[in-house]
């Protein structure tokens, strides 16, 4: 019988116990056997497939074996023998997984040579199972220890063969370690070819076959990249692998050297688990080992060169630059850039306000600075409102018919932080019942804000209300928090004198006054306010350089008195008027004078001492009737216009020229006025009142007693305007008394847009003197689709004047806007060119 054929034992993932500690030295076992030679292109059968008749092995053809691997440059490791002679008795014995072998250790010579652990395979040790470098001739193949006998003679193994793919394991490797360069690569396969000579004594059997596909991969070209190895995983190529130092006594560290007997007494002693690591299989432990010219066998390691370390370490800043990006990985980086910049944006944005605003304190109280102190607001619907500033001093005692003074000196101001949450006195004013209210102490303003910063400053609007020259005032002219913040303006509502107390001009106190003039001081605290609206309105979060002046009745007759003064110049940047008067001061200072002497009469004072000792009531009581009453419905047979009362007067300080000379001298370019006002402006509950129902006949007897009836132009009138109800009656009163005498003063500013709101509310569908400002400030109902968009339309004329100083819908040629459900151009109003004509305008024009 020939000797037995040898075969190599691959490695298994889970190592076993060694059971038997009666069983002779395992090293004696172990050199019994022999690799069976396997054929480089051929494959293993599965389990139960034997050789025993195959062709032995002789000394001759391993000694050629080993000397050709010399001859390579392999290192020189061991050397074991093997005699031809020696004869084997093989019994064969089917058990569990295939034939066991039984060996006579007595032909057997083996020499008294340390050998290294991992240089032969060891029966009762597993390794754990990696795919063989280039060279290996049994990639895969997985041995396993399936039991013991009790026999000390016999040992069964289990064998068991793999099909792998061709290079499967090299693919695997290649799939997470980044491509060597050229000189590195060399050295790996002069490794892989020094690995298959060490192994070569150990499996002399395999030795030529491993060799021959050690040379086949080493000379021929690479194997060609499958799709495993097209996979790319750059973050984990980039990240440097860690050598953790194992612990050698565990089997997990390099193997160290053990002659035979210690490692049959260290099987004895203890349960050998063999926990070399999966990288090789131990097949680089092996390469690293070398002969010493004395004998000794050391690891490879200890001899590096630094070259070589130089190759190994490689640092991360290395494999940084070295790494070549692809087309994902730069749309992987690109979307982590985007979002780490959207992250900062929500972040800067979230922080903006915060960042450019004052800290609101305990969720409800804002600061701002004046030119005075500190002022406290409260947050209101979503903006902060500060009430009660005072803009000027009080006009009491001695200053009590003066021009308004600012506050200039620290005496004058507060200390600490003013608290202005609360609104401010009205001024002293007389309801349309008779009643009298508010206070002489009253040159305070509101200020409404969306919020404090100084960057991106906001548009100022300036609210100037009242109902009549007398009051009531602001009326329904008020600020809204809401609309400050929907908008993004500041709105700003000073309070001013009114009646005597702003109006008076008479002779004793022209003479006590430097420059020598009286009356007018309303204009005067409205100028006081817009110079402190300059002044501080950068503070609160407004441009002091877009100021818009909101004029409102009344408030509008003296904004358009007031436009037309050098002492406003600079103070504003454009102004909106609604349903002022039409007839301004046309009397000199000299002539007021003498007409207001019956009001001197009236309080039974001829001094300025006793003017200013007066009180309020005995003061509101001395005011004439005719003062403070001015009809409003149709103009009657004996109404006398000169009789009517004018409270403003071309005084020489602030007015020293009738409007109309000014408006003559109108500039070329952007408009910095607009007026208008609403269809049925005239419309009041007493005229409403007088017929219960104003049926045709009442209508044409109402015409007929009227200046029109006496003029004989009661047919044409009622033909015009169809006058057969209320609305048709109120729409004749409002183009005498308003529109007409507004349109005339439009015409003589040729930039100036005119417009008309007509959309109408309520049963009557009533276009009423307060509608286009009630939709300006949000306070308009609207119950249908027509009244929802006419709101909408109003807002977007006023607040795109209000931010550009525009009017896109204005059309010189076409210069007044009809404000119906939508803004529409038309060429002239209709029927005031006939009142022009018969001299009922502006004759009997509305007067404040």
Request: aromatic share 6%.
């Amino acid at each position: 019988m020939g000797e037995l054929e040898e075969k190599e034992t691959p490695a298994t993932e889970s190592a076993t116990q060694h059971e038997s500690a009666e069983e002779p030295k395992e090293t004696d076992k172990m050199l019994e056997k022999k690799e069976e030679s396997i054929e480089p292109h051929s494959e293993k059968s599965a389990d139960n497939k034997k050789k025993s008749n195959s062709k032995p092995t002789t000394p001759v053809s391993e000694r050629k074996a080993s000397e050709e691997m010399r001859s390579n440059g392999s290192e020189e490791i061991i050397d074991v023998p093997v005699e031809s002679d020696a004869k084997t008795t093989i019994d064969e014995e089917n058990h569990d997984n295939g034939d066991d072998k039984k060996i006579s250790t007595e032909d057997r010579e083996v020499k008294p040579k340390k050998i290294p652990i991992g240089g032969l395979k060891l029966p009762g040790f597993f390794m754990k199972s990696k795919p063989r470098v280039d060279g290996d001739g049994a990639d895969g193949e997985l041995l396993e220890k399936e039991h013991k006998e009790e026999t000390t003679s016999e040992v069964k193994l289990a064998k068991k063969d793999e099909k792998p793919g061709k290079n499967f394991g090299k693919r695997l490797r290649d799939f997470f370690v980044r491509k060597p360069a050229a000189e590195k690569q060399a050295k790996q396969q002069a490794a892989s070819t020094g690995d298959a000579d060490t192994k070569s004594e150990a499996t002399a059997e395999a030795g030529p076959a491993s060799e021959g596909n050690m040379r086949t991969n080493s000379d021929g070209p690479p194997p060609k990249r499958g799709l495993l190895n097209a996979i790319k995983l750059p973050i984990a190529n980039m990240i440097p692998k860690k050598s953790p130092d194992d612990d050698v006594e565990l089997g997990m560290g390099k193997a160290g050297l053990a002659s035979m007997e210690t490692l049959d007494d260290s099987l004895k002693d203890q349960d050998c688990v063999d926990k070399a690591s999966p990288k090789n299989n131990g097949v680089d432990e092996i390469s690293k080992l070398k002969k010493t010219p004395s004998g000794e066998i050391k690891q490879a390691s200890e001899e590096k060169t630094f070259s070589d370390a130089e190759d190994i370490q490689i640092s991360f800043c290395q494999r940084l630059r070295s790494y070549k990006c692809s087309v994902d990985d730069a749309l992987i980086a690109l979307g982590i850039l985007l979002f780490i910049f959207l992250i900062a944006v929500i972040g800067y944005v979230l922080s903006y306000e915060t960042l450019t605003s004052p800290p609101i304190r305990e969720g409800r109280f804002m600061d701002a600075v004046t030119g005075c102190g500190m002022v406290e607001g409260l947050k209101e619907d979503g903006a902060f409102a500060f009430r009660g500033i005072p803009y000027a001093l009080p006009p009491t005692g001695d200053r009590r018919w003066r021009s308004a003074q600012t506050i200039e000196g620290i005496e004058d101001c507060w200390n600490g932080t003013l608290q202005a949450h609360n609104s401010s006195a009205m001024c002293t004013q007389m309801l349309g019942n008779g009643t009298v209210m508010g206070d002489e102490d009253c040159l305070y303003l509101d200020v409404i804000t969306p919020h404090i910063r100084y960057d991106s400053p906001l548009p100022v609007i300036v609210m100037i209300s009242a109902e009549s020259l007398t009051g009531p005032s602001p009326g329904v002219l008020r600020p809204s928090a809401r609309y400050s913040r929907s908008h993004d303006v500041i709105y700003v509502r000073p309070n001013f004198r009114l009646g005597a107390f702003g109006f008076l001009a008479v002779e004793v106190l022209t003479k006590d006054s430097y420059p020598h003039t009286s009356g007018n001081y309303a204009l005067s605290d409205i100028i006081a306010a817009l110079k402190w609206i300059k002044l501080n309105i950068v503070h609160f979060g407004g441009d002091p350089k877009s100021i818009t002046i909101l004029g409102h009745r009344a408030g509008g007759t003296l904004v358009t008195a007031l436009i037309t003064s050098k002492k406003v110049e600079g103070l504003y940047t454009r102004a909106w008027i609604s349903s002022a008067s039409a007839i301004y001061p046309g009397k000199s200072l000299v002539e007021s004078e003498k007409r207001n002497q019956e009001f001197l009469q009236a309080l039974e004072c001829q001094d300025v001492k006793c003017l200013r000792a007066a009180s309020a009531e005995k003061i509101w009581d001395a005011t004439p009737d005719t003062w403070l009453h001015f009809p409003v419905d149709i103009p009657t047979a004996v109404e006398n216009k000169t009789a009517h009362h004018e409270w403003l007067v071309l005084d020489g300080d602030i007015l020293q020229e009738h409007p109309a000379e000014s408006w003559k001298k109108e500039h070329a370019g952007d408009p910095v006025l607009v007026m208008g006002t609403t269809a049925h402006e005239s419309h009041t509950e007493k005229l409403r009142r007088r017929f219960a129902n104003w049926t045709a006949e009442e209508i044409r007897s109402f015409i007929e007693s009227s200046k029109i009836g006496t003029l004989n132009l009661t047919d044409e009138a009622i033909r015009r305007y169809n006058a057969t109800n209320y609305p048709a009656l109120v729409s004749m009163i409002t183009d005498i008394r308003t529109i007409c005498p507004l349109l005339i003063n439009a015409r003589l500013q040729p930039s100036a847009p005119f417009y008309v709101v007509t959309q109408g509310a309520g049963e009557e569908q009533l276009a009423t003197v307060d509608a286009d400002v009630q939709a300006i400030m949000g306070r308009y109902e609207p119950h249908t689709v027509e009244q929802r968009r006419f709101v909408s339309s109003m807002q977007q004329l006023f607040y795109y004047y209000v931010s550009h100083g525009t009017v896109p819908q204005y059309d010189p040629r076409r210069r007044v806007i009809n404000v119906g459900q939508d803004p529409l151009s038309q060429s002239d109003y209709p029927n005031c060119n006939f009142w022009i004509s018969n001299d009922i305008v502006p004759r009997y024009a509305r007067i404040d």
